[in-house]
T-cell receptor
Framework: KNEVEQSPQNLTAQEGEFITINCSYS?????LHWLQQHPGGGIVSLFM???GKKKHGRLIATINIQEKHSSLHITASHPRDSAVYIC????????????FGGGTRLMVKP | DAGVTQSPTHLIKTRGQHVTLRCSPI?????VSWYQQVLGQGPQFIFQ???????GRGNFPDRFSARQFPNYSSELNVNALLLGDSALYLC???????????FGQGTRLTVV
């Protein structure tokens, strides 16, 4: 079993829909990242969480440390949100090493 | 300020050859990590360097090696290339002890 599991693997939504991507992990962590990757490969860091909830524009990220679960929400989705969203965790006492989930491929249709 | 820069952006090599990938971290960042991303999968950790010392190594064969220079830039070397080494190689930099990690655009390596 992978240390970081994401669901769903693929997601298609209509423009304007509310989107949720889930991430579960099985190890002790010091932080969790949500990342966005567009075709071509570049990765952009959206959020870094160690507890609670963060919001940036239409994006919201939450984490429940006790349940080892995090969610990324996109409100009022737009076709430009189409990308791969990746959850990554930083292990306790592991320096800056990240373990990544497999990613969720999101397509938002107009 | 420039972000994390990687070179080259694309590379085609034949089996058995050697390749060197380069990464320049954000100014002031002393930690550099390398990741391999095979098509359709999440990145996998290869190496982490801090202050020119290896601080972590993933489950990769000895054909993979890396080093960090006094200016904190880094090289990833892969010997005896295999078809399965075809992937996007990502470099990430951060302040050691802080959590914000910045990624480069990656080097797409194709082995034929």
């Amino acid at each position: 079993k992978n240390e970081v599991e994401q669901s769903p693997q693929n997601l298609t939504a209509q423009e304007g829909e509310f989107i949720t991507i889930n991430c579960s992990y099985s190890v002790g962590i010091s932080a969790l990242h949500w990342l966005q990757q567009h075709p071509g490969g570049g990765i952009v860091s959206l959020f870094m969480l160690s507890s609670g909830k963060k919001k940036h524009g239409r994006l919201i990220a939450t984490i429940n440390i006790q349940e080892k679960h995090s969610s990324l929400h996109i409100t009022a989705s737009h076709p430009r949100d189409s990308a791969v969203y990746i959850c990554a965790v930083r292990h306790n006492n592991a320096g800056n090493m990240l373990t990544f989930g497999g990613g969720t491929r999101l397509m938002v249709k107009p | 300020d420039a972000g994390v820069t990687q070179s080259p952006t694309h590379l085609i090599k034949t089996r058995g050859q050697h390749v060197t990938l380069r990464c320049s971290p954000i100014s002031g960042h002393k930690s550099v990590s390398w990741y391999q991303q095979v098509l359709g999968q999440g990145p996998q950790f290869i190496f982490q360097y801090y202050e020119k010392e290896e601080r972590g190594r993933g489950n990769f064969p000895d054909r993979f090696s890396a080093r960090q220079f006094p200016n904190y830039s880094s090289e990833l070397n892969v010997n005896a290339l295999l078809l399965g080494d075809s992937a996007l190689y990502l470099c990430a930099s951060s302040f050691m002890g802080a959590y914000t990690t910045f990624f480069g655009q990656g080097t797409r390596l194709t082995v034929v």
